[in-house]
């Protein structure tokens, strides 16, 4: 047995090193490697100022330079977008199980809905600071509010799709309106519910930052904001690079919850 897997060893060891990476895996942080190189290159060739762009070098220094006050708005920007985003899910899933209850409550309240989120979430924040002042409520409730409308709408679908004949077979064999919705409707949704999770995430990031711009003194948006105002041009894309990495993380938890909860959808795909 262990001339077997000697031997296993040594047939790996002569495998080139490009056969042995696994290039799937290596591809986002290559890709990210190359992205800055060719920003930085961009700033150094056409000797970009750094109040206009600065290099990521400068950017990288400025995160060093300024890492307590970025740190401390992260996490307020983390909490409030944290917050907001678990409110527009427990509502999101509420709001779009009862709109998706008959199709009758679908067809009255989906065109209310696409109204409402046709308003520019920014143009409610000075409604927000009126009724709650300013400081986290009104960010906390601009995330709620931009991020739970894709939540409604993927669960609803999810719940209006349920064919026809499979409600009559129900009812044929006695199940009343609930056991159809729990046994069959919400299974139903629930790949439309964790795949808008990850949509509705990144815009409770949008939501969180664009109220902190113009109704908090904390977060990164406000910092962003101060910092702009002082022509700190590499502070501002310190921020930016702040909350592209959460963003990111938060939107791989949410795939990886995503994977966890609904892996029996994909089934049919994950031996391919």
Known sequence: MSAVVEGQLATAQRKPLVERINWVKAAPWLYTLALFAAWE???FALKMPQTVLPSPTRVAQAVVQYWSPIWKNSLQTLYTTTLGFAIAVVAGLGIGLFIG?????YAGLYPL???FNAIPKVALVPVLVIWFGIGTVPAVLTAFLISFFPIVVNVATGLATIEPETEDVLRALGAKKM???LKVGVPRCMPYFFGSLKIAITLAFVGSVVSETVASNNGLGNMMSSAQSQFNVPLVFAGLLMLAVEGIVMYAFMALVEKRMTGWAHRST???
Request: glycine share 12%; no cysteine.
């Open 270 to 272: 994950m031996g391919r």
């Open 101 to 105: 209850w008959s199709k009758t409550i």
């Open 41 to 43: 290159l961009l700033v």
């Open 179 to 181: 056991d159809i919705m």
């Open 113 to 115: 809905m696409i109204g």
